[in-house]
Nanobody
Framework: QVQFVESGGGLVQPGGSLRLSCVAS??????IAWYRQAPGKQHELVAR???????TYPDSMKGRFAISRDNAKNTVYLQMNSLKPEDTAVYYC????????WGQGTQVTVSS
C-alpha cells in the first residue's frame, strides 16, 4: 500500500495559478493521477501521468492543467493556471483503478 500526502492548495482569485504537490510514501513505478472532489460530488479525475512522464488529461481539463513527476523525490505535481470558481474542490492524488485509501487532500478555493 502507498500513502500520498498532498499540499499546495489555498485561496486564489479567478485567473490565478497554484502548484500542487503529492508525495508518495514509497517508490511507485506506475500511473499516478490527480483527482478532485467538490462538495456533494464524487471524485473526478483531473490528470494522470505514467512512470515515464507521459501525461493524459480528460478533454474538459486540457489546456489549463499540467501534471508532472519527479521520481527521485516520489513526487507528482499539478500546475493549475487560469483557475475558475468551478475548480474549487479538495484535490487528491492516487493510483488509477483500484485506488489506495484517500489521503487528506489539499483544499483549493477559487474566489474573489
Amino acid at each position: 500500500q502507498v500513502q500520498f500526502v498532498e499540499s499546495g492548495g489555498g485561496l486564489v482569485q479567478p485567473g490565478g495559478s497554484l502548484r500542487l504537490s503529492c508525495v508518495a510514501s514509497k517508490i511507485f513505478p506506475s500511473i499516478i493521477a490527480w483527482y478532485r472532489q467538490a462538495p456533494g460530488k464524487q471524485h473526478e479525475l483531473v490528470a494522470r501521468i505514467t512512470w515515464t512522464g507521459s501525461p493524459t488529461y480528460p478533454d474538459s481539463m486540457k489546456g489549463r492543467f499540467a501534471i508532472s513527476r519527479d521520481n527521485a523525490k516520489n513526487t507528482v505535481y499539478l500546475q493549475m493556471n487560469s483557475l475558475k470558481p468551478e475548480d474549487t474542490a479538495v484535490y487528491y492524488c492516487n493510483r488509477v483503478g483500484q485506488v489506495f485509501p484517500w489521503g487528506q487532500g489539499t483544499q483549493v478555493t477559487v474566489s474573489s
